[in-house]
């Protein structure tokens, strides 16, 4: 089974089993915190322990993030933190972890940069799993996806497929 992760507070989650199967496809678990007077998402680590441990993983594939333009500090600053606590667990659980550029694996997936092109092709590649991708909000559940499935194919030769 390979895992496939979207890092961020809006960022998803998928694993494929052996045939192609698409066994998950969600968003990433985040909870609600009080920080001074306002609310803000938080990753919810445990959650995302408990549901990496509920899955015989061979392998995870994270996209490989980095700052992007126009961005708040702070904001860079908590998508920063989401993508390290991710990697944390990962390697704290002791699981085979790959990183891939977002052109990397959107070249393989034969996608472009475009959230509507990845729920697109998601849905393409994996029919079962397209009403997961059906509104705008899930393009990080299809970044997910695409990621794994990528994944599927350079980590198991026998699936060179679509």
């Not at 992760?5 to 609600?32: F, K, M, N, R, Y």
């Not at 991710?86 to 550029?101: A, C, E, M, N, T």
């Not at 070249?107 to 990845?118: H, L």
Request: glycine content about 10%.
């Amino acid at each position: 089974m390979i895992a496939g992760i979207d890092p961020g507070l809006s960022g998803g989650i998928a694993i494929i089993g052996e045939q192609g199967t698409v066994l998950l496809v969600d968003d990433l678990p985040v909870h609600q915190v009080i920080r001074g007077k306002a609310k803000k998402a938080e990753l919810d680590v445990a959650s995302l322990r408990a549901l990496l441990l509920s899955h015989p993983l061979n392998h995870i594939v994270i996209e490989r993030v980095s700052a992007r333009p126009r961005q708040g500090v702070a904001s860079m600053f908590r998508f920063g933190y989401v993508s390290g606590a991710i990697y944390g667990l990962v390697i704290g659980l002791q699981l085979p972890v790959s990183f891939i550029l977002p052109v990397q694996w959107q070249k393989v997936a034969r996608c472009g940069p475009s959230p509507d092109e990845g729920r697109r092709r998601g849905a393409e590649l994996y029919p079962a799993a397209a009403e997961k991708l059906s509104r705008k909000k899930d393009s990080g559940r299809a970044d997910a996806l695409l990621i794994a499935h990528v994944g599927a194919q350079m980590l198991l030769p026998s699936r060179q497929a679509a």
